[in-house]
């Protein structure tokens, strides 16, 4: 049999049948229907969905997952080559997180036990001034939240 039942994705993936139709309506997935309007999946949706569920243990947000499964094959499984493309990508893009979030906690650390806050003083709400050409605002708490 070519195609695969919701629960047998479910059962091959160990991904539930209700977060395989969240990543339905997420635009993760698109199974087909059948006549009695039932969903079935090609057999490289297993390839599709670890991958999807690599990404959210790296902590991506469904957005950046739907736009790199965007610029895969729906028609087949993920190659080798598709993996090191959108791998590459998301590597650079947790690199980039890792060092916002160890600057942050790094900054932190002098903030525990203060509460100031200080726009002159504390590291966290502007350290150096450097966040003033952006507008007000609390800019690096909105860049590591933002994602999702
Ligand atoms: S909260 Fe006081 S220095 Fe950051």
Known sequence: MSELSVGEVAKRTGVSVSALHFYE???????KRTASNHRVYPRNIIRRVTVIQIAQRAGLSLAE??????????????SAKDWARVSTVW???????????????DELTGCIGCGCLSVDECPLANAGDRLSELGSGPHLLGAAGSKS
């Open 25 to 31: 309506r997420k635009n993760l997935i698109k199974p």
């Open 91 to 105: 590597r650079d893009d947790l690199t980039a997180r890792i060092a916002l979030l160890t600057s942050l906690r």
């Open 65 to 78: 997952i739907a736009r790199a499964l965007d610029t895969l094959p729906d028609d087949r499984a993920i």
